[in-house]
């Protein structure tokens, strides 16, 4: 009666937690406004557990918090370890960032901790939904295929790192080709051995969760202060909401890496693992006398990828400060401070935090903006919203005599880039070096009129 009781309320409260970040959003309040991210998706996590627990007497958070605790750590982790990828990519930067400090650092942790528990809990949840049913072939995979997928996963990290520009998708696949062979070998949960049955139903459910998840990223992302853009090459004027079109088949890979990586990782926890379903390893079912020096030696190996992960992420942290974060969010101080601090004051005064609530309350606003300054703060405003570059990049356009997102707009990144640069290098309005794909960014967001476009 109380596991029924909590569950509940766990469903009830993650739905509130998503209902009001979306709707807090949406009308710029703060914290949802500047946090959409993290208050949607651990309201989603709160939700699909609860859900889990309610009906199917299954769940991570108060019934296997060891696990759930683990599944954090590792998420973020493994989403650190891709951000140390994207220093050679260049496919997203993030914009609209608190200013520096102890909570952007602590934020980061919290945000990329929820990628594993919320693929993997819309993953358990098509499971129990029998969605898909049941999907087995005639056709198997052969006896080969581990030694040919370690092959192909090798090609596909390398690729990468000296073709970028072309090879980029790769690295949303290629550890689960390094990977799965070292699964199957030690008896962890293998998709490569229930391809040699002829069975891909888990295949295709860890495939719908990554575009369901991918999906529900996106809407977060969309309208929240904090977020990322993607530059990637060859794909940046087609999008629907930041997202270029085909860059959403990446998710549904992506969810299958994690997956595969979750499960190498936890050989090394003498079996335990947050997927009930898991089988135990073979290495376990040895005669009593090696258990002992089998799994003092994961521990050891535990131990160590433990300190290394920590190291790996606060050094990609570190990287990502200077590479990644293109913005942070800004008071109307320091945007207009020198256009009018006077007119800043004043609109601070009446409650606005953000631009873009005094966009949408302009009829309001520009009564108490001095004439000679409504035009200029209108503009300058627009700018600083569009992808959240910030004031310093507004300051750097309306150097080069883009003053509104209309002329923006009409620009083309060949010209624009080497000015901008220019004018940068005389100026130092930015502290790290302009990137072109970011300046096409720019100007195809200013085209832009909708999330589908």
Sequence with gaps: ?????VSISMMILGLMTVFFTFWGTI???????AHTYPFAWYGLVLFLDGLLWWRWNEGLILRRPREFSVLLFWSAVFWFFFEFWNLRLQNWYFVGVQPEGLWPHVEAYLDFATVLPGMFLVYRLLCHLKIPRHVKT???????????SLVVGFFMVILPLV??????????????????PLCARFGARSLLMEGKKGEWTALVRLLLAGIICGGYWELCNFWSLEKWIYTVPFFSEGKFFEMPYLGFLGFPPFCV???VMANALYLLRG????????????FLDREHERQGAVRTRQKTIYFAMIVLALFLS??????????TIDSRSESLKQILQDISPNDARRLSKKGWRYPEQVLHDWE???ELIEMSFRNRIRQRLELVSLLNMGTANARLLESAGIDSREKLGRQKADVLFPELTRLNQSLCLRNQPLLKRRVVAWINAARRESAFH
């Design 163 to 180: 073709f970028p520009d072309y090879f980029f998708p790769f690295v949303w696949g290629a550890f689960a080709f390094l990977l799965e």
């Design 271 to 282: 079996g335990r693992h947050w997927d009930p379903e898991a089988p135990r390893p073979h």
């Design 314 to 323: 606060e050094w990609s942290y570190g990287k990502m400060k200077i590479h």
């Design 364 to 366: 309001e606003a520009r």
């Design 1 to 5: 009666m109380i596991a029924r009781f």
């Design 138 to 148: 005639e056709f198997v995979l052969k006896g080969w295929t581990q030694k040919a």
């Design 27 to 33: 009308h710029y309040i703060f914290p949802f406004y």
């Design 257 to 259: 890496q994690c997956f």
